[in-house]
């Protein structure tokens, strides 16, 4: 009897096992396709402000001139529709000069008019984290990274571009880190507890199979008495 326990052990071990291994993969394989997602959101997103984005204004950048402020108001609009239609934080365009970072359009929040966080045509980008720079540098076509400054925490793409005479700019789209966390805890709680549900259920079938077994033992004990 003894034996058949321990046998009975192993096999309820090896199933639990399994059953963990396989929630695991599942839980990596749906948080890295909620990743994919929202690098698929931030490339479009950052692909489409392109489009509205003309070598003009970014050569008008290089060489300071002046914006028609009607017009660029309407590239504003522009920007923030796509920022909406994309479901991401922000777009913007930045140029870098004499080793410094400078807006060349940006969408933004309703707060960051009350916060005075609204950029405009060649506002420098003062707290600008490194890897702007790096990017220019490297010329690297397509960057995803983590950023921290005035306006949050956010996952941010970084296209890198040229115009036709050469003027190097990068497109770029934010997420709020906010939102991914809450949406990687959100598929946490919900595997773990379809795990918990599954262990729960397993437990009761383990249960309910050594009571069986346990009480046919019994009557065989009865029966050879």
Same mark, same amino acid.
């Given at each position: 009897?003894?034996?058949?326990?321990?046998?009975?052990?192993?096999?309820?071990?090896?199933?639990?096992?399994f059953?963990?291994?396989?929630?695991?993969l599942?839980?990596?394989?749906?948080?890295?396709?909620?990743?994919?997602?929202?690098?698929?959101?931030? !490339?479009?997103? #950052?692909q489409?402000?392109g489009?509205? *984005?003309h070598?003009?204004?970014?050569?008008d950048? &290089?060489q =300071? @001139?002046?914006?028609?402020?009607?017009?660029?108001?309407?590239?504003?609009?522009?920007?923030?529709?796509?920022?909406?239609?994309h479901e991401?934080?922000?777009?913007?365009?930045?140029?870098?000069?004499?080793?410094?970072?400078?807006?060349?359009?940006?969408?933004?929040?309703?707060?960051?008019?009350?916060?005075?966080?609204v950029?405009?045509?060649?506002?420098? !980008?003062?707290e #600008?984290?490194?890897?702007?720079?790096e *990017?220019?540098?490297?010329?690297?076509?397509?960057? &995803?990274t =983590? @950023?921290?400054?005035?306006?949050?925490s956010?996952y941010?793409?970084?296209?890198?571009?040229?115009t036709?005479?050469?003027?190097?700019?990068?497109?770029?789209?934010?997420?709020?880190?906010?939102?991914?966390?809450?949406?990687?805890?959100t598929?946490?709680?919900?595997?773990?507890?379809?795990?918990?549900i599954?262990?729960?259920?397993i437990?009761?079938?383990?249960?309910?199979r050594?009571?069986?077994?346990i009480?046919?033992?019994?009557i065989?004990?009865e029966?050879?008495?």
């Amino acid at each position: 009897m003894k034996i058949k326990l321990d046998y009975n052990f192993i096999i309820y071990f090896i199933l639990f096992l399994f059953h963990g291994i396989i929630i695991a993969l599942i839980l990596l394989f749906l948080l890295n396709q909620t990743k994919k997602q929202y690098e698929y959101r931030l !490339y479009s997103a #950052a692909q489409s402000v392109g489009c509205i *984005v003309h070598q003009k204004l970014i050569n008008d950048a &290089y060489q =300071n @001139i002046e914006q028609d402020i009607i017009e660029y108001d309407s590239l504003l609009q522009k920007a923030n529709r796509i920022a909406a239609i994309h479901e991401v934080t922000y777009v913007y365009v930045l140029i870098m000069r004499n080793d410094s970072i400078f807006f060349v359009i940006s969408s933004y929040l309703p707060e960051d008019i009350h916060n005075d966080l609204v950029t405009y045509f060649m506002d420098y !980008y003062v707290e #600008a984290p490194p890897i702007f720079k790096e *990017v220019f540098l490297n010329k690297k076509p397509v960057t &995803y990274t =983590n @950023i921290i400054d005035s306006w949050g925490s956010f996952y941010t793409i970084i296209l890198y571009r040229e115009t036709h005479t050469g003027h190097p700019y990068l497109l770029c789209a934010d997420i709020d880190n906010t939102e991914i966390k809450n949406k990687q805890f959100t598929i946490i709680i919900l595997i773990l507890l379809f795990f918990g549900i599954v262990m729960i259920l397993i437990f009761l079938f383990i249960i309910h199979r050594e009571k069986i077994r346990i009480k046919k033992q019994i009557i065989q004990n009865e029966e050879n008495l």
